[in-house]
């Protein structure tokens, strides 16, 4: 027989730790949108540019960063824009 409890809702039941949840999906899925946008961004930049990263002042070395540490910085980036963003 099922227990019925009077006067609301159980612990499991909280719409708090719902809506807790429902905002880090959100957010979650806000940041995996905007990483994969810059990287869709980047990959239109590299078809017909090259992306030189700075170096020492005083050097003439040419530096062109990997893929993979472009994914890095766009990823750190989306990490750190504001909601709504």
């Known amino acids: 027989m ?3 409890r009077q006067g609301g809702y159980t612990e499991n039941d909280s719409s708090d730790k ?3 949840k429902r905002r880090l999906i959100i957010e979650e899925e806000r940041i995996f949108q905007l990483n994969e946008a810059l990287l869709a961004y980047l990959d239109k930049l590299l078809e017909e540019y090259e992306i030189v990263k700075k ?3 005083d050097s003439d070395e040419v530096v062109y960063p990997d893929r993979d540490e472009l994914a890095k910085y766009t990823q750190d ?3 750190s824009k504001p ?3």
């Open 18 to 20: 719902l809506k807790e």
């Open 55 to 57: 170096s020492e002042e």
């Open 2 to 4: 099922a227990i019925i």
């Open 77 to 79: 980036y989306a990490n």
């Open 83 to 85: 909601k709504g963003f």
